[in-house]
């Protein structure tokens, strides 16, 4: 299996959960691998590839919803989606409002499960497209020496050339040398794409 390759992992400490979850996904091509526990599944190495979670919420140990919380805190924007026998109104809530994309009430039907995945796959891709191009976008930003940093953020902010040489006490002529710098550096089409990048740099 490919990096490229979705991988969905299934923690369930019912074995034949496991596989029937897993036997489901392979009929519509999509890799899994199956743990029996939160402990299991956190002492394993998997790969960094796109994917998603599918978590029971009632297992030994560590819970669902603990889980969900722990790999939250290290950072992990892996989609998560829930399942449980025991699914109640307070316990969807804690796990759609702490970001969970779907909560599954066993037994569910099949195409409940793929249309969950499915979209989860997708909104992982999705996050790591973003990731990739805001990397991408700081390793430009980087290349900017502090006064074209200066002239970016006041491009952003939607100041002219006058404004800008005024509030940074240099020439006119000055910032446009800087202004044209950054748009070649930050690789900008127009402004609108300078501020767009320069978002993205903010946010990562």
């Known amino acids: 299996m490919t990096s490229s390759t979705p991988l969905v992992i299934i923690v369930d400490d019912d074995e034949g959960m496991r596989e029937s979850v897993g036997e489901i996904l392979r009929s519509v091509g999509i890799g899994s691998v199956g743990f029996g526990s939160t402990a299991e599944m956190l002492a394993s190495t998997l ?39 025991y699914g109640d109104v307070p316990m969807t809530v804690r796990a759609m409002k702490a970001g ?34 805001a990397m991408e976008i700081a390793k430009l930003a980087a290349t900017l020496t502090p006064r074209e940093t200066q002239v970016m953020d006041a491009v952003v902010r939607g100041l002219l050339n006058k404004q800008i040489a005024h509030e940074m006490q240099l020439s006119e002529i000055t910032v446009k040398i800087h202004r044209g710098n950054v748009m070649r550096k930050m690789k900008a089409a127009s402004v609108a794409d300078l501020v767009r990048k320069a978002e993205l740099v903010k946010a990562g």
């Open 47 to 85: 790969p960094d590839q796109s994917g998603c979670l599918i978590l029971d919420v009632r297992l030994p140990g560590l819970s669902g919803l603990e889980l969900q919380a722990k790999l939250a805190a290290a950072g992990s924007r892996r989609p998560i989606i829930f399942m449980s026998g």
């Open 100 to 133: 969970a994309l779907d909560f599954l009430q066993k037994p569910f039907r099949d195409q409940d499960l793929i249309d969950a995945v499915t979209a989860a796959i997708e909104k992982d891709h999705e996050q790591r497209s973003r990731s990739s191009a």
